[in-house]
């Protein structure tokens, strides 16, 4: 509680001492306050972002469970150091979403930051990014999570992302032809997620990504935020493949899920991840595609004497498209369909199959918006479930 107070007393006092220097407010949209060094060697922007959601969930035949929140309440600095080339983010979670996970590996302390990241170009072309911050894992999850085309992401992100987590960056790009982009990225992290205090338990993550726009870039990034929010013109389309290896990892999703814990300390074994997706838009059609793999070498946890401890790796595939149209109202419809294909031999867990449909109202795009969207998910031997959810969304 303490540090939670001294938090938020530090946070209003910048922000009153930032209005107090009477800076240039940005237009709605492009933060709170941006500040220029007097020799111009450092910028500053502060915005802020809120999420507001309502979901119902309900079986058939069922009364439906309601639940109000504050799905997310961030600020976000960013700018840069002593040089344009060197860039820097930070990013701050303060609703109970945002801060969950608190345990002994991360000093008992909540999850406040989500980004911290000193991003480096000390080359043409190549950028080594340092800290902690989204690894390159699959499509979905990169976008950030106020430029999402539906209420939330889908059960394939949630059942396979690789989110955050502490290490080194290197990206890369480079045209193939005028309008044919190559993008690389290699990472070396910790594996164990964001905010872990007490070092590294297992081995090392390796990420890699490969991705090419044959069409040339987006607008204004559009390959990483949903819907065809710039109205492209001419038809663009991104594909990106990812391999992640965790070596010795001791989490249940890679560096992600549940410690596995033996008699004798963590249970300990290589995870691979696949990632497989593509962006496509034009004209306000946008379509996006994902493929998940994620196996393990030995995924069955087990104590020092073979006897089985219970926890086992999240072994499977998914799969998920989605796909919307921006009207010129700005209203959009969209569509989502996702498969989950657990190893039942392993995981005990049934295959999984939900239906999305979205209708959304931007208001000033992604910075205010207004989502719904109602979902039902089928599992064999299982009740049919339905969720309802409503949101608003609205960034400074």
Known sequence: MK??????????????????????????????????????????????????????????????????????ARLKFGGFAFSPKLKYKLELGLSNRDISGASVYTSNSPGYILDAVIKYNFAKNLELW?????????????????????????LLNSGFNIDRDLGLQLRHHWNLSNNFVVKEVFSISQGEGRNVTTGNLGGHQYTSRLEILPLGNFSGDGDYSGSDQKRE???????????????????????????????????QTNINTLFVDFMFKHNGFSLMGEFANRDADDPIAKNSDGSLTGDEVQVGKGLNLQAGYLFNSDWELSGRYTNIDWDKNITGKEAENQYTMGLSKYIVGHKLKIQTDISLLQSDGANNNWMYRLQFDIHF
């Not at 220029?36 to 809120?50: I, P």
């Not at 001419?234 to 033996?262: E, W």
């Open 3 to 72: 540090l939670k107070l001294s938090l938020i007393i530090v946070l209003l006092t910048f922000s009153l001492v930032t209005i107090a220097q009477e800076t240039n407010a940005p237009t709605f949209g492009k933060g709170l306050f941006n500040l220029v060094g007097k020799d111009s060697t450092w910028t500053m922007n502060v915005a802020a972002r809120m999420q507001f959601l309502t979901t119902a969930n309900f079986e058939d035949g069922t009364n439906p469970e309601t639940n109000f929140l504050v799905r997310r």
């Open 130 to 154: 340092f800290g902690q911050t989204k690894l390159p894992g699959n499509r979905e999850r990169v976008i950030s999570s106020g430029n999402l085309q539906q209420v939330d992401r889908s």
């Open 233 to 267: 013109e001419k038809p663009k389309l991104a594909i990106g493949v990812t391999y992640d290896y965790n070596n010795n990892a001791v989490k249940n999703k890679s560096n992600q899920g549940s410690y596995m814990i033996t008699d004798d300390g963590f249970y």
